[in-house]
């Protein structure tokens, strides 16, 4: 389980996670919560940054030690610049998926004594991972998102934020961030339009959802991300995962996210992603 957090801005991107992670019982529910698993790479020398939630690893080996081996075989040559973010992250999707369908679904099958494409899509095990950067000569940064098994076509990869598109993006449990920003819950704003539909014995109209939708959005809270500088843009990633870290750590269930929190960003000037933590 994880919380990340990306914010693209115009001077680059940051992107934050928790280190919490989770392992299943064999009888179901959770055995163990580590607090110390990383969840934030670098990749190679270039000026792209990877953070992943979901499976905290695949087989016996963690996330990261597959990142490692992404650089090392570089595939297509995609880890050696000039390239692109979107090529990096097709190999990614790619690689991943491999692993994926290699070492995850043989096992799931054998657990669970069925055929992979009879599960339910929200019972099958998840990978996530949220690439931001740059492309090789570009001086606007993006964001994307894998979700492995689902994306499993070329190019099916998700782009959340495009060069030029500022502004944060959450990703996994984040239901304590959609709170504070928005101002509400999504479940229960569904759960109040379907009791008063009951009432009434018609749903709402399309006009009347815009209107629903309009008087709520009046309580977003707005962030001007097009003039926020970098160090600010670090502070508010920082902020909203230590936001749900703190959540879990006092709410009721399993601190499904906790540990420390890992900050990583790169920025226009060319330098390699770093991870501040």
Known sequence: MTVAVSCNLSDGVILGVDSAVTVPSPRGGIAKVYENAEKLFQLADRT???????????????????VREFEIQNPNNIVTPPSTVRGTVEELRSFFLQQYQNLVIPE???????????????????LGLVIGGFSSDEFLSEVWEIIIPFNSTPNSAKLCRD?????????????????????????????LKEYFKRIRGTDF?????????NILKKYEYGIPFAAMPIEEGVAHVRFLVDMVVNHHRFAIGAPVVG???QIGLVTYKGKKFRILD
């Open 259 to 261: 540990g420390r929190t």
């Open 108 to 126: 799931v099958e054998r657990q669970r004594s069925v055929r992979f494409e009879e599960i339910p899509d929200e019972q099958k095990p998840v």
């Open 205 to 213: 109209t399309a006009a009347e959802n815009l209107q629903i939708s």
């Open 48 to 66: 792209i940054g990877i953070s992943c939630f979901g499976l905290g690893g695949l087989g016996a080996r963690s996330i990261g030690s597959y």
């Open 163 to 191: 060069k030029g598109s500022f502004g944060g993006n959450w990703f996994s449990l984040f239901a304590p961030i959609a709170r504070y920003v928005k101002g509400f819950d999504r479940n229960l704003i569904q759960e």
